[in-house]
Protein backbone atom coordinates (compact mmCIF):
# COMPACT_ATOMS: atom_id res chain seq x y z
CA UNK A 1 0.00 0.00 0.00
CA UNK A 2 2.83 2.37 0.56
CA UNK A 3 4.37 1.60 -2.48
CA UNK A 4 1.06 2.42 -4.43
CA UNK A 5 0.51 5.86 -2.43
CA UNK A 6 4.05 6.60 -3.32
CA UNK A 7 3.27 6.30 -6.95
CA UNK A 8 0.19 7.94 -6.97
CA UNK A 9 1.62 10.42 -5.16
CA UNK A 10 4.50 11.58 -7.28
CA UNK A 11 3.21 10.12 -10.75
CA UNK A 12 4.47 7.86 -13.16
CA UNK A 13 7.64 9.08 -14.93
CA UNK A 14 8.56 7.32 -18.37
CA UNK A 15 11.63 7.29 -19.19
CA UNK A 16 14.95 8.89 -17.62
CA UNK A 17 14.82 8.43 -14.17
CA UNK A 18 13.61 10.31 -10.94
CA UNK A 19 15.91 11.83 -8.71
CA UNK A 20 18.27 8.74 -7.58
CA UNK A 21 21.23 10.72 -6.58
CA UNK A 22 22.42 13.88 -4.96
CA UNK A 23 25.81 14.50 -5.69
CA UNK A 24 28.04 17.03 -3.62
CA UNK A 25 30.68 18.78 -4.47
CA UNK A 26 32.69 19.82 -1.75
CA UNK A 27 35.48 22.33 -2.60
CA UNK A 28 37.99 24.04 -0.14
CA UNK A 29 38.76 27.54 -0.41
CA UNK A 30 42.31 28.04 -2.45
CA UNK A 31 41.51 24.81 -4.42
CA UNK A 32 40.19 26.35 -7.30
CA UNK A 33 39.75 29.94 -8.51
CA UNK A 34 36.33 30.19 -9.43
CA UNK A 35 33.28 27.47 -8.95
CA UNK A 36 31.47 27.93 -12.15
CA UNK A 37 32.11 25.06 -14.47
CA UNK A 38 32.27 22.16 -11.57
CA UNK A 39 33.38 19.89 -14.35
CA UNK A 40 36.24 21.71 -15.33
CA UNK A 41 37.57 22.93 -11.82
CA UNK A 42 37.01 19.55 -9.76
CA UNK A 43 39.71 17.00 -9.95
CA UNK A 44 37.76 13.84 -9.49
CA UNK A 45 41.33 11.70 -9.40
CA UNK A 46 42.84 13.96 -6.30
CA UNK A 47 39.52 13.40 -4.28
CA UNK A 48 37.64 10.64 -3.02
CA UNK A 49 33.89 9.68 -2.87
CA UNK A 50 31.94 8.84 -0.34
CA UNK A 51 28.68 7.22 -0.09
CA UNK A 52 26.87 9.62 2.64
CA UNK A 53 27.22 8.39 5.95
CA UNK A 54 29.03 5.26 4.63
CA UNK A 55 32.12 3.64 2.55
CA UNK A 56 34.23 5.39 0.27
CA UNK A 57 33.38 4.02 -3.15
CA UNK A 58 35.31 3.38 -6.91
CA UNK A 59 36.16 6.72 -9.07
CA UNK A 60 34.23 5.09 -11.98
CA UNK A 61 31.15 4.12 -9.64
CA UNK A 62 31.19 7.84 -8.58
CA UNK A 63 31.05 9.36 -12.04
CA UNK A 64 28.18 6.87 -12.86
CA UNK A 65 25.99 7.76 -10.12
CA UNK A 66 27.15 11.41 -10.82
CA UNK A 67 26.17 10.97 -14.98
CA UNK A 68 23.07 11.74 -14.05
CA UNK A 69 21.93 12.68 -10.67
CA UNK A 70 21.71 16.32 -9.06
CA UNK A 71 24.38 18.45 -8.07
CA UNK A 72 25.44 20.37 -5.01
CA UNK A 73 28.62 22.51 -4.69
CA UNK A 74 29.65 23.41 -1.49
CA UNK A 75 32.45 25.86 -0.09
CA UNK A 76 34.18 24.91 3.10
CA UNK A 77 36.95 26.90 4.71
CA UNK A 78 40.65 24.55 5.89
CA UNK A 79 38.83 24.16 8.78
CA UNK A 80 36.07 22.37 7.26
CA UNK A 81 34.03 25.01 8.11
CA UNK A 82 31.01 25.33 5.33
CA UNK A 83 31.29 28.90 3.89
CA UNK A 84 28.71 28.70 0.82
CA UNK A 85 26.11 25.74 -0.33
CA UNK A 86 25.32 26.26 -3.96
CA UNK A 87 21.69 25.98 -5.48
CA UNK A 88 20.98 21.95 -6.40
CA UNK A 89 21.14 22.05 -10.56
CA UNK A 90 20.80 18.91 -12.24
CA UNK A 91 23.52 17.78 -14.15
CA UNK A 92 21.11 16.98 -17.16
CA UNK A 93 18.77 19.71 -17.05
CA UNK A 94 14.91 18.96 -17.62
CA UNK A 95 14.82 20.46 -21.09
CA UNK A 96 17.91 18.44 -22.22
CA UNK A 97 16.79 15.43 -20.53
CA UNK A 98 13.38 15.52 -22.88
CA UNK A 99 14.83 15.90 -26.09
CA UNK A 100 17.26 12.96 -24.79
CA UNK A 101 14.95 10.70 -24.58
CA UNK A 102 12.59 12.52 -28.13
CA UNK A 103 15.99 10.89 -29.57
CA UNK A 104 16.63 7.81 -27.80
CA UNK A 105 13.80 6.46 -26.81
CA UNK A 106 15.56 3.76 -24.24
CA UNK A 107 18.75 2.50 -24.00
CA UNK A 108 20.98 2.58 -27.31
CA UNK A 109 23.68 -0.28 -26.09
CA UNK A 110 22.92 -2.90 -29.08
CA UNK A 111 20.65 -5.44 -29.11
CA UNK A 112 18.84 -3.73 -25.61
CA UNK A 113 14.98 -3.14 -25.63
CA UNK A 114 14.72 -1.34 -22.36
CA UNK A 115 12.71 1.03 -22.05
CA UNK A 116 12.34 2.31 -18.41
CA UNK A 117 15.04 2.46 -15.58
CA UNK A 118 17.53 4.28 -17.90
CA UNK A 119 19.90 7.10 -17.26
CA UNK A 120 21.67 10.29 -19.28
CA UNK A 121 25.42 8.84 -20.06
CA UNK A 122 27.76 11.68 -20.60
CA UNK A 123 30.36 9.85 -23.13
CA UNK A 124 32.64 12.33 -22.07
CA UNK A 125 32.29 13.12 -18.58
CA UNK A 126 31.30 16.61 -17.07
CA UNK A 127 33.99 15.95 -14.63
CA UNK A 128 36.94 15.93 -17.20
CA UNK A 129 35.11 18.98 -18.55
CA UNK A 130 32.35 17.15 -21.25
CA UNK A 131 29.83 19.19 -21.96
CA UNK A 132 25.41 18.10 -21.22
CA UNK A 133 24.69 18.74 -24.77
CA UNK A 134 22.76 15.72 -26.91
CA UNK A 135 25.88 15.08 -28.58
CA UNK A 136 27.66 13.83 -25.91
CA UNK A 137 25.14 12.01 -24.22
CA UNK A 138 23.66 8.86 -24.67
CA UNK A 139 20.62 7.06 -22.73
CA UNK A 140 21.65 3.68 -21.04
CA UNK A 141 19.85 0.94 -18.91
CA UNK A 142 21.17 0.11 -15.65
CA UNK A 143 22.96 -2.86 -16.18
CA UNK A 144 24.83 -1.12 -19.24
CA UNK A 145 25.66 2.21 -17.74
CA UNK A 146 27.69 0.02 -15.11
CA UNK A 147 29.19 -2.09 -17.86
CA UNK A 148 30.60 1.12 -19.69
CA UNK A 149 31.61 2.99 -16.51
CA UNK A 150 32.91 -0.17 -14.41
CA UNK A 151 32.62 -2.89 -17.15
CA UNK A 152 35.54 -1.61 -19.60
CA UNK A 153 32.79 -1.04 -22.51
CA UNK A 154 33.29 1.89 -24.31
CA UNK A 155 30.86 4.30 -26.54
CA UNK A 156 31.95 6.90 -29.16
CA UNK A 157 29.91 8.37 -31.60
CA UNK A 158 30.23 8.92 -35.13
CA UNK A 159 28.99 12.16 -35.35
CA UNK A 160 26.01 10.96 -37.37
CA UNK A 161 23.60 10.14 -34.76
CA UNK A 162 24.91 6.60 -34.61
CA UNK A 163 26.77 5.09 -31.12
CA UNK A 164 29.19 2.65 -31.55
CA UNK A 165 30.43 0.11 -28.45
CA UNK A 166 33.39 -1.93 -27.78
CA UNK A 167 33.80 -4.72 -25.68
CA UNK A 168 37.03 -4.14 -23.07
CA UNK A 169 39.41 -6.01 -25.55
CA UNK A 170 38.67 -3.33 -28.06
CA UNK A 171 36.30 -4.85 -30.50
CA UNK A 172 33.59 -3.54 -31.53
CA UNK A 173 29.92 -4.89 -30.98
CA UNK A 174 27.87 -5.24 -33.79
CA UNK A 175 24.27 -3.32 -34.29
CA UNK A 176 21.46 -5.50 -33.52
CA UNK A 177 17.97 -4.12 -34.18
CA UNK A 178 15.05 -4.64 -32.40
CA UNK A 179 12.54 -7.18 -34.34
CA UNK A 180 9.45 -5.41 -35.19
CA UNK A 181 6.17 -5.83 -32.87
CA UNK A 182 3.88 -8.33 -34.20
CA UNK A 183 0.33 -6.37 -34.80
CA UNK A 184 -2.62 -8.16 -33.25
CA UNK A 185 -4.10 -10.21 -35.93
CA UNK A 186 -0.65 -10.83 -37.68
CA UNK A 187 0.31 -14.77 -36.24
CA UNK A 188 -0.82 -17.09 -38.38
CA UNK A 189 -0.85 -20.86 -37.85
CA UNK A 190 2.27 -21.98 -40.31
CA UNK A 191 4.19 -19.13 -37.92
CA UNK A 192 4.36 -21.61 -34.95
CA UNK A 193 2.94 -24.79 -36.55
CA UNK A 194 -0.29 -24.99 -35.03
CA UNK A 195 -3.50 -24.37 -36.12
CA UNK A 196 -5.31 -21.08 -34.09
CA UNK A 197 -8.81 -20.59 -33.30
CA UNK A 198 -11.25 -18.57 -30.81
CA UNK A 199 -10.91 -21.69 -28.71
CA UNK A 200 -6.98 -22.30 -28.40
CA UNK A 201 -6.43 -20.63 -25.24
CA UNK A 202 -9.80 -21.57 -23.60
CA UNK A 203 -8.31 -23.32 -20.19
CA UNK A 204 -10.18 -27.10 -20.02
CA UNK A 205 -8.41 -27.58 -16.75
CA UNK A 206 -11.09 -27.39 -14.12
CA UNK A 207 -9.23 -26.83 -10.78
CA UNK A 208 -8.25 -30.66 -9.24
CA UNK A 209 -5.29 -31.36 -8.34
CA UNK A 210 -1.81 -32.06 -10.64
CA UNK A 211 -1.37 -35.61 -11.34
CA UNK A 212 2.32 -35.66 -10.54
CA UNK A 213 3.02 -39.15 -11.43
CA UNK A 214 1.45 -38.83 -14.57
CA UNK A 215 2.66 -35.38 -15.51
CA UNK A 216 6.45 -36.95 -14.83
CA UNK A 217 5.51 -40.08 -17.25
CA UNK A 218 4.41 -37.76 -20.29
CA UNK A 219 7.80 -35.93 -20.04
CA UNK A 220 9.69 -39.38 -20.01
CA UNK A 221 7.82 -40.44 -22.64
CA UNK A 222 8.07 -37.18 -24.66
CA UNK A 223 12.10 -37.20 -23.92
CA UNK A 224 12.25 -41.16 -25.17
CA UNK A 225 10.71 -40.12 -28.09
CA UNK A 226 12.94 -37.53 -29.12
CA UNK A 227 15.94 -39.41 -28.46
CA UNK A 228 14.67 -42.34 -31.03
CA UNK A 229 14.06 -39.59 -33.19
CA UNK A 230 17.65 -37.58 -33.08
Do not use: K
Request: proline share 5%.
Amino acid sequence: MAVAESFLATGHREGLAGERNQIQVIIEVGEVGEVGEVGAAYNCEAHQAHIDGGPAIPQATALRLACDASLVVMTEDTAGNVLDVGRRTRTIPPAIARALWRRDGGCRFPGCTCERFVDGHHVIHWADGGTTRLDNLVLLCRRHHGLVHEGGFTVASDGAGNWHFARPDGTTLPRFFPAQPVERGQLVASQIGMDLSPLSLHPRWRGERMDDTMALGTLQTLARRARLAA
